[in-house]
């Protein structure tokens, strides 16, 4: 079963710092990866999607990198801004189970003006 | 507007009456799946849906049954609720072509208290 960890738990950045956010997972057979942000009392956005032959990808200031030898995804979010505040999570499945996600509990972020 | 709509999205019962979390999508995604958001623990799945008329158990299915004949709805049945089921729950769908799952489309949630 995939297990998938991140850390730090909760993180607090002063506006216009670059932040970077950790998943990291247990099996290399990873299919693609997710990163979400979630917003109090709201469901999930999906931010960036890494297929298991992509290396990274790129979204505005959100670039997600994805190492499968040692299993680890980083999301950067560039020139952090008071609305970049909130809940990132990263999720997984592996290529013999690709329907089957597995979730990180998620990196609270705050973002000081 | 493409989007994931679950009803109702909030709802209190009692222990052992049956109820249903309707989901739907206007996307026509062939994947849908369901997960509940429980304080400490996360987002855990509970069922998923590849296609219609097939169905996947994800981590924690135990008490939850889910259908899936057309495919724009995957609705969740609680035969008979517990207090352990009270969570937040989830539904989320994707495209899914020869093989490359996309972005899962997540719905608003529906809160779920049991007493």
């Known amino acids: 079963k995939q297990e998938v960890t991140q850390i730090p738990a909760a993180l607090s950045v002063p506006e216009g710092e670059n932040l970077v956010l950790n998943c990291s997972f247990t099996d290399s057979a990873i299919y693609n990866l997710q990163w979400f942000r979630q917003d109090p009392g709201k469901g999930l956005t999906s931010l960036l999607l890494?297929?298991?032959?992509?290396r990274e990808q790129t979204s505005g200031r959100l670039n997600a990198s994805l190492d499968k030898s040692s299993g680890r995804s980083t999301l950067y979010i560039a020139a952090s801004q008071p609305g970049d505040s909130a809940t990132y999570l990263c999720a997984g499945t592996t290529t013999d189970s690709w329907g089957k996600f597995q979730f990180g509990a998620g990196t609270q972020v705050v973002v000081t003006p | 507007e493409a989007q994931v709509t679950q009803n109702p999205r909030y709802l209190i019962t009692v222990t052992g009456k049956k109820l249903t979390v309707t989901c739907s999508q206007n996307?026509?995604?062939?994947?849908m799946s369901w997960y509940r958001q429980d304080p400490g623990l996360g987002l855990r799945q509970i069922y998923y849906s590849m296609n219609v008329e097939v169905t996947d158990k994800g981590d924690v299915p135990e008490g939850y049954k889910v259908s899936r004949k057309e495919k724009r709805n995957f609705p969740l049945i609680l035969e008979s609720p517990s207090p352990n089921q009270t969570s937040l729950y989830f539904c989320?769908?994707?495209?899914?072509?020869?093989?490359?799952?996309?972005?899962?489309?997540f719905g608003p949630g529906t809160r779920l208290t049991v007493l």
């Open positions: 996307m026509n995604h062939e994947y």
């Open positions: 890494i297929q298991s032959s992509q």
């Open positions: 989320a769908s994707s495209l899914y072509l020869g093989g490359l799952t996309d972005t899962q489309y």
